[in-house]
């Protein structure tokens, strides 16, 4: 990386450091959001020394990113990183955590596949083994499925729109992150970046649909939604998947649901709903070890495969309608969860959702 210059302002990431984030979790200040998007704009220029960007990511950990940092760091990338493609349709964006998942299934795949079925177009993104878990994403398990995935942002683009269900690959769509993968990898511990990276939307989707591990995140992602200027949409909902990812939890789930039409508040939070989700009210009993796999990427592959032509009645059948139901209901196209999965079923059973899984591998 080349030493720091004056060429973007006053505040290079070491001044940031010594006057404002740096001195520790208790007694260290918030940036402004100029502060916050020059120091992102010149990590994205490879200007900090390894050392003092490395400092300046744990320094943000230890005292906790504000939504207008995080919106400030959004904004840049959107700006100056993330090539968006539009299809034709409005897809719910699914950003589920890019480090991925190391014990449970992955369903996001069955379950896009079943609402691009059911005519919910679906979105999803991710990396390839990105840091810090670098374990099985969303690509991994389409590449096992025979899906092609090395995609220019306008060929995911046209997948979605021939088929319904598209994939968009970080390295293409946003590639000043991905010039970032060494140095997050040296880091050994997430950053802001396993963050924002979560709400890049290249596809400008109107509705996203993610996840957290606590409902305080998720409120801070919906106030990073609020605050940002780049990011367009109208609805979200956030919900404590497994392992971080988008899939229900079996047994209980928090929701937070938040809607821009429902009107602005000088409370950020004025228009969240949360509420939970018990899979049993659903007739399906079961809890987060009968999701487990040995090896998540062959057997979501194959789960994915055999659910999908409806050749299992298990609790892998269930999860995957579910969640495919819940896309369903993100974006509006059902009034109920109940309705969503209803016709989840349905389109396993007549053969439509996998039919969409042919398309995507002759795509």
Known sequence: ????????????????????????????????????????????????????????????????????????????????????????????????????????????????????????PVVVHSGDRVPTQKATAYKHVLDELGVRTELEPGESAAMVDDTGFGFYYQPAFNPGIQKLYDRRDQMGVRTFVNTIETVANPANADVHLGSFYHLAFAKK????????????????????????????????????????????????????????????????EMDGDDLAVDDVTADSATITEEVLAGEREDQFADAIALNGAFRMYARQDVDTLENGLERAREVIADGSAEAILEALRAF
Request: proline share 3%; with cysteine; net charge negative.
């Open 1 to 120: 990386m080349t030493q720091a210059t004056q060429a973007f302002g006053e505040w290079p990431l070491k001044r940031l450091m010594t006057d404002v984030v740096g001195s520790g979790h208790k007694s260290a200040d918030d940036m402004t959001r100029d502060q916050a998007r020059e120091a992102f704009q010149r990590i994205l220029a490879g200007e900090p020394d390894e050392t003092t960007l490395g400092a300046f990511w744990l320094a943000n950990r230890w005292k906790r990113n504000t939504p207008e940092e995080l919106a400030a760091y959004t904004d840049v990338m959107r700006e100056q990183s993330v090539v968006t493609a539009e299809p034709d349709c409005d897809p719910v964006d699914c950003g589920a955590n890019y480090d991925g998942k190391h014990t449970s299934a992955i369903l996001g795949v069955g379950a896009g596949v079943v609402a691009a079925a059911a005519e919910t």
């Open 221 to 284: 992602m919906i106030d990073l939604i609020e605050e940002s200027e780049e990011l367009a949409f109208s609805r979200t909902i956030f919900f404590q998947g497994m392992e971080g990812y988008d899939d229900i939890r079996p047994g209980y789930t928090k929701v937070a649901e938040w809607d821009r039409a429902a009107g602005a508040s000088e409370d950020a939070n004025g228009d969240l709903e949360d509420y939970e989700i018990e899979t049993a009210d659903y007739g399906m």
